[in-house]
């Protein structure tokens, strides 16, 4: 038995490496198996297999479902109880053979009740952070240690020298998750090996007074080391309970069955065993109804107000165009506005929020208040969610303006609440990042890509209200109302960390309500980037629903548990090895069609809705493109991202999107752009852009001169087009070294050369009728390059000039080459502009500058491009400005059909 407190222990390590609590999942996971399956071995090295009757290899059926329904990293142990059957089937000619299925047997089963609760402990790890009423007890031991400890509110506190130290208790410092999964792993070891309830008790003590001892040995180890990063990062966590391992083996003095354990399973018959498995899989499926089941409710008008009396930020007032710049334009919640508006009726509202505007909605946003509401106001909107209508609460971080607070006002009806802190990730401190879990998602998030917030706060909710978005490796880190924006300084030791609500919320009475933490990801700039416009519309969706069905998640947990007493009843007479397995074989069998039912349900009752009216969709296709957005992290290399030109689309009234899979942006978009084609392409994708094109679509590929891999030239030749051919520089015929592979060379940044050579040449440029020549001469490559209107209009200078040959030239360069050009296939068009570098952000700035005359007349450009391709009237453009009254009523495109 003593090694197999081994075995608890690195099942325990595999759960925190593969599910997100203080870290994102890591890859090395198959060692913690192998060291538990090797201690279970080493454990039961006396126990013998007496026999397997061939006939309960029909275990493998359901065993195989679940393998094939559960994803990583549920779907190990079911793979170590596969091989447990086929193991234990060989004692009939191999005894040895038959024993190694016996430490995976006992592995998995370890991992399966872990597995059980862990969807317990990480909904109450999110909800209960700080535990005031202990702190009290922990300061009086900690005083046995150093009598200088100090009590402060609801605080250790310890001084040194230099620096003062402030520990509230917290869950996650007590270490909650892994001492509950050891004790978990513990129990069931214990149960397996027949000991009695009393030891079973002296065990649970035993890891209780350990967590008491390691977390005031821990808050030491912090002051020495002066980082609080040993409660959380993995090898101090590890080493912080093999002291607790090596406790229970001396413990463990006594022997144990397991040793000397016979393991037979005999036949019981097919009714019995069959009827025992449904029994068991029905009550499952039923128990885990309790978190996963949710009420479709009655779905409403979808009427939407969104209050602007008490907000002064996040505006949604002033259309977002091409004329208004400027930080105010970007902290503005516009877009999001005018997005849902093609899905809902939204209105904007700047009166009371009095009982009878109330009426006339079906979900109110309340986003940003920076002026409280009347009492009158919260109970009426407390009477309106009452009735069955939608609440959505949008707060920020560190409750900037006074946002939390005035929320809470009326969260606080509900029994939810802001918290007044900021969240980073655990590790990097950059901004952090949500994947929903690949199970049982909440309808708000089962549609939800990769999710990159943008600094939320944190939230309390009850324990069992909804489940939105719990957010994992977690730094939490209270206010500082000294500093701006009232962000802590970054080293501060004093923090939460680990799993927290970054939305939640609450069925009451008919309505619903929901909270989210962070304001800033509904931005103009950031409402487009994955995730952003799945979860508006989805949360709308949940909160567009009156309650129908909400008592049934206690009706299938109570049925459940009459299921699982039956079941009891059924088996009490059965041999131990017996109702082992069918309790494991039926227990994943209902867990894997519980996911899969749930799931499947969800996304049928809570599908994302219909546009009611058309809109433009610029799907940015990311397979073949090599640019970046801030999908996953702000953009570190702005030399090549695209996310203020990605931003700008939305000034015209377009809807971006960045979609991963050609053949996605391809389905979707109106418009496709491939910006910086790297990855080559497949016959069968190059006939997909063709078709794509033939029956209508619109294209728009920006190139890299400096890119001349295979993939530009191979996505031009399909459009019948090329680059003309730079001259080759001294650089270039230089003989290569051995092992110097020069690839692709970037040429020295050119933003010095933008900054340098002003807007328009000195001279007048007159708009070249046709291209002078085909070749570059290596004087037009030291002379600057102005991209010249098809009026003779200057516009800017190229940033990285190359001639495009074929097609319907559109825009020239001033020495005469064609930098944009037009393809038609079908009903459709294609775009090509050969100056990549030119929309990228390090030329055109950022999206909250108020751009100057060479980053305006970049961004014009990119309005005229668009408006071209689209089919829409020009007006008087940014670079007319000389000619007065000057005004494009038509698109070139007319033009050049109106041309004999």
Not at 285 to 309: F, M, N, S, W
Not at 567 to 589: F, M, N, P, T, Y
Not at 607 to 633: C, I, K, M, N, W
Not at 643 to 668: D, I, M, N
């Amino acid at each position: 038995m003593r090694w197999l407190w081994l075995t608890a222990f690195f099942s325990t390590l595999f759960w925190l490496r593969t599910i997100p609590i203080f870290m994102r999942a890591q890859d090395d996971w198959v060692w913690f198996i192998a060291l538990a399956v090797l201690s279970a071995g080493i454990g039961l090295r006396k126990a013998r297999v007496t026999g397997f009757n061939l006939r309960w290899l029909l275990l493998l059926a359901p065993l195989a479902v679940g393998l094939w329904l559960l994803p990583f990293p549920y779907s190990v142990p079911v793979v170590l109880l596969i091989l447990t059957v086929v193991l234990l089937a060989t004692s009939g000619f191999s005894e040895s053979l038959s024993w190694v299925g016996l430490p995976f047997g006992l592995t998995a089963t370890v991992l399966l009740f872990q597995a059980a609760i862990l969807p317990v402990l990480y909904i109450f790890a999110s909800r209960v952070h700080e535990i005031p009423a202990l702190t009290p007890l922990f300061y009086w031991l900690a005083k046995l240690f150093d009598p200088t400890v100090a009590f402060s509110e609801h605080c250790i506190v310890i001084h040194q020298v230099y620096d003062v130290y402030s520990f509230p208790v917290r869950l996650e410092s007590l270490g909650f998750i892994p001492a509950s999964l050891i004790t978990i792993a513990g129990v069931v070891l214990l149960i397996a090996s027949r000991r009695s309830l009393r030891s079973i008790a002296s065990f649970i003590g035993i890891v209780v007074g350990y967590s008491v001892f390691r977390y005031l040995l821990m808050i030491f180890l912090v002051v020495k080391f002066k980082t609080l990063t040993i409660f959380w990062l993995p090898l101090p966590t590890a080493l912080s309970y093999a002291p607790l391992i090596v406790l229970l083996i001396a413990w463990d003095y006594r022997g144990a069955t397991f040793p000397k354990a016979s393991i037979r399973l005999s036949w019981i018959g097919y009714r019995r065993t069959f009827g025992a498995l449904g029994l068991i899989t029905a009550a499952v499926i039923c128990v885990v109804g309790l978190l996963a089941y949710h009420d479709p409710g009655t779905r409403k008008q979808g009427r939407l107000l969104i209050d602007e009396l008490h907000s002064d930020w996040e505006w949604t007032t002033r259309k977002y165009d091409t004329e208004w710049y400027g930080r105010k334009s970007g902290y503005n919640y516009y877009c999001l506005a005018d997005y849902l508006d093609h899905f809902y009726t939204v209105d904007v509202g700047t009166d009371s929020l009095l009982p009878d505007l109330l009426s006339k909605y079906d979900v109110v946003i309340l986003k940003t208040p920076t002026s409280p509401y009347s009492q009158r106001e919260i109970d009426a909107l407390v009477e309106f969610v009452k009735r069955g209508g939608g609440l959505w609460l949008h707060g920020d971080h560190t409750n900037v303006f006074g946002i939390s607070t005035h929320l809470n006002q009326l969260a606080s009806r509900f029994g939810l609440r802001f918290r007044y802190d900021s969240t980073y990730d655990l590790m990097t401190m950059a901004l952090s990042i949500f994947q929903a879990p690949p199970i049982f998602r909440h309808p708000t998030v089962a549609f939800l890509p990769t999710y990159l917030f943008a600094t939320s706060c944190t939230m309390e909710a009850p324990l069992f209200s909804e489940n939105m978005i719990i957010g994992y490796a977690l730094k939490a880190m209270k206010l500082d109302y000294s500093k701006m924006g009232f962000f802590p300084e970054k080293d501060e030791q004093n923090y939460g960390f680990g799993l927290f609500l970054q939305q939640g919320g609450i069925k009451y009475g008919k309505g619903r309500v929901a909270l989210y933490t962070d304001s800033t990801c509904f931005s103009n700039f950031f409402m487009f980037i994955p995730g952003k416009p799945e979860l508006a519309l989805a949360t709308v969706e949940w909160l567009n629903r009156t309650n129908r069905f909400a008592w049934l998640n206690k009706i299938l947990f109570t049925f459940g548990l009459g299921l699982v007493l039956i079941a009891v009843v059924v088996v009490r007479s059965w041999d131990r090895s017996a109702k082992l397995a069918l309790a494991l074989c039926g227990g994943i069998l209902g867990f894997a069609l519980a996911a899969s039912v749930y799931d499947g349900y969800v996304r049928r009752c809570y599908p994302l809705p219909q546009p009611r009216r058309d809109y433009v969709h610029v799907a940015f296709e990311g397979e073949h493109s090599s640019f970046t957005l801030p999908t996953t992290g702000l953009t570190r290399t702005p030399e090549i991202s695209l996310h203020t030109f990605y931003v700008w689309t939305q000034r015209l009234g377009f809807f971006p999107s960045y979609e991963p899979a050609l053949e996605e942006a391809l389905r979707k978009g109106d418009l496709v752009v491939i910006g910086n084609p790297t990855e080559p392409f497949s016959q069968d994708e190059l006939d997909a852009i063709i078709t794509y094109l033939a029956a209508g679509g619109r294209l728009l590929i920006i190139l890299d001169p400096i890119n001349q891999e295979w993939a530009p030239a191979q996505l031009l030749g399909s459009l019948g087009l090329r680059l003309e051919e730079p001259e080759e520089t001294e650089e270039d015929k230089a003989p290569q070294r051995d092992g110097e592979n020069r690839g692709p060379q970037r040429r020295p940044p050119v933003q010095a050369i933008l900054d340098d050579w002003p807007l328009e040449p000195a001279k007048p440029v007159e708009q070249p009728q046709q291209v002078q020549h085909e070749d570059t001469s290596a004087e037009s490559d030291q002379t600057p390059a102005y991209i010249i209107s098809p009026d003779g209009d200057v516009i800017v200078l190229s940033a990285r000039p190359i001639g495009l040959q074929g097609g319907i030239p559109l825009l020239r360069l001033s020495d005469g080459r064609v930098i944009l050009t037009e393809v038609r296939i079908g009903k459709g068009r294609a775009f090509v502009f050969s100056d990549f570098y030119l929309f990228t952000e390090e030329v055109m700035g950022h999206t909250g500058e108020v751009p100057d005359p060479r980053k305006r007349s970049i961004a014009e450009l990119e309005y005229w491009m668009l408006r071209e391709i689209m089919d829409l009237p020009q007006p008087r453009l940014f670079w007319q400005k000389d000619r007065k009254g000057a005004i494009a009523p038509k698109s070139t495109a007319e033009k050049q059909l109106q041309q004999p």
